[in-house]
């Protein structure tokens, strides 16, 4: 290891990626959906993690996760267990469907 650098993106780094968008701004669709796919990707890798331990592996902030984390639930693809920090996620089983509304 020189110098210190463990190969891990630095707090630092990841505001300055969500600060170029500017303050406000939203993210487009193809954004959100590819921080939906790397987040599904990490928690079939290593189900039962929380936020914390799954963003580094993703390259991205805690915050800039939880909308794609909020429709991959809503979807069905991810479900949680525990609350808040303590929130660990898991890939859906294959056997659940999503839930169609009848008229």
Known sequence: ML????GRTTPKA??????????????????LEQ?????LAAVKAKPGERIEQLAPSIG???????LPIRKLIASKQV????ERRA????????????KVKKR
């Open 3 to 6: 110098g210190g650098v463990t």
């Open 87 to 98: 929130t660990r996620y898991f890939p859906a089983s294959k056997t659940t469907k999503p």
């Open 60 to 66: 991205s902030a805690t915050k800039d996760l939880a």
């Open 35 to 39: 921080l939906a796919s790397k987040f």
């Open 79 to 82: 479900k949680t267990e525990g």
């Open 14 to 31: 990841l505001a300055a990626r969500s600060a170029s968008r500017g303050r406000g701004a939203k993210r487009d669709a193809g954004e």
